[in-house]
């Protein structure tokens, strides 16, 4: 019979436990049969065997923030190399970001970003609907019609809903939906035409800021909103302190709001930037080392729920403009869980167990998706990961057609080595290119 796995010697994290432990795992049709510390093939079985070797397994990362960039722009990615980066980094489902050419604003289109992920299958491929019509900010889009294509939530990402009036009517009908509002939050007024952090650094290079109350007076108002409304709010890519200040707030007073950070956001600062490379240029920008300490402390206190990459690829041509010229964005997928893993599990600032729920169970549960466990009966999305393998960040290898990274060069240990979707094999390491450690 087809697609019938089994995994041996895994290390699998047991919650009820509270530790790791040894085990082998069946996969049949899709779905996890097995999970014990001793499996066979039976006689006459016809199944293939993967040796673990005691490498972690756990469920597949999900990414609730991802830009596929089709319809429209396939220069800079499409949903099958988006789908193979992501398979390669660990994921095994992904939600796209609505602002594409046309942007995700119709249930045919919805429809046919469902049928695009499927065709590729490399990972399960959910979206968001576009709040307003071609993400213009001026008319809702039919929230009932794009649910029932299958958006998982509406959002206008990318750029902010600049009327308070406009989320309010948009949380009112997702609230009756039973779906989250998913925001970027810009208040144009104040971000204007900036390209990175309203700082000293910024004065210094003389580049345009975008100061941190562009997000967060936006945040405040929509956590309000969410009040008010009885909505799910989702904050995009948190990167300012006060942000991450009104969303405990909200927790505090019973709102229901999530947030999520991008690995970027806990690692690096405005004070990376030089200006001569576009590669640091994204949005929400950069902040400063206070800002970053925020992020990583809403983290751990449970104020930030889940990372997010924000994986937004573009062409080379684009990155290698002016930085103000240059379009903002990173690509992430592939470098997520080695990048958090290095510089937050190996420094003793988080579990791995939960650094594996913040990639994986958390975004599963707040947006709804059936993924993120590891249990019989439950999907085959399943990442082994290598902690011990130490490698370089090297674009060239990327499956994304976006090289556009902060981190070229950096030298980082945990990589995923297979990843397994739908009960198939999406992804597997075979070339081995470790550096000397
Ligand atoms: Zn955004």
Redo the contacts with the bound molecule.
């Keep these: 019979m087809e697609n019938r796995l089994l995994l041996k010697n895994g290390r699998v994290w047991d919650n009820q436990l509270q530790q790791w432990v040894k085990r082998d795992v069946r996969i049949e049709g899709g779905r996890i049969q097995q999970v014990d510390a001793e499996l066979s093939v039976s006689p006459g079985e016809s199944v293939a065997v993967l040796d673990l070797n005691g490498n972690i397994l756990t469920p597949g990362f999900v990414d609730p923030h991802v830009h596929f960039r089709s319809p429209g722009l396939e220069y800079k990615e499409t949903i099958a190399t988006g789908s193979q980066s992501a398979a390669k980094g660990g994921y095994t489902a992904v939600v796209c970001m609505p602002n594409t050419k046309p942007a995700l604003d119709t249930a045919e289109l919805m429809e046919w970003i469902k049928e695009q992920g499927e065709q590729a299958g490399f990972c399960r491929v959910f979206a968001y609907g576009a709040i307003t019509a071609a993400q213009k900010g001026q008319e809702l889009t039919d929230f009932a019609s794009l649910k029932s294509a299958g958006a998982v939530g509406f959002t206008d990402?990318?750029v902010g809903i600049q009327s308070g009036g406009m989320m309010r009517e948009a949380m009112r009908r997702a609230a009756h939906l039973g779906l989250p509002i998913v925001t970027?939050s810009e208040d144009e007024t104040l971000s204007g035409s900036g390209c990175m952090n309203e700082s000293e650094v910024a004065r210094r290079l003389g580049l345009s800021g975008i100061p941190g109350v562009a997000e967060s007076s936006q945040v405040a108002r929509d956590v309000v909103l969410a009040a008010d409304t009885g909505a799910h709010l989702h904050i995009?890519?948190i990167s300012d302190r006060l942000s991450i200040e009104a969303v405990r707030f909200g927790k505090t007073i019973g709102v229901r709001v999530t947030a999520e950070v991008t690995p970027h956001h806990l690692l690096l600062t405005d004070e990376q930037i030089t200006g001569a490379d576009a590669n640091f240029k994204v949005?929400p920008p950069l902040r400063s080392a206070a800002d970053r300490k925020a992020c990583i402390q809403g983290l751990l206190d449970g104020t930030i729920d889940m990372i997010a990459t924000?994986h937004a690829p573009h062409s080379d041509e684009e990155k290698q403009r002016s930085f103000a010229a240059a379009p903002f964005g990173f690509v992430g997928l592939e470098l997520a869980f080695p990048l958090l893993y290095t510089h937050f599990v190996r420094t003793g600032q988080l579990s791995i167990e939960r650094l594996l729920d913040l990639l994986s169970a958390a975004p599963a549960a707040a947006f709804g998706l059936p993924v993120g466990e590891l249990r019989p009966g439950g999907l085959a999305d399943l990442t082994v990961l290598d902690l011990n393998r130490l490698k370089q960040v090297d674009p060239a290898e990327f499956l994304t057609l976006g090289k556009n990274t902060p981190f070229v060069g950096q030298e980082l240990y945990g990589w995923p080595i297979l990843t397994i979707m739908d009960g198939r094999v999406t992804w597997q390491e075979t070339a081995h290119k470790e550096v000397q450690g």
């Design positions: 990402d990318g970027h995009c890519h949005n924000d």
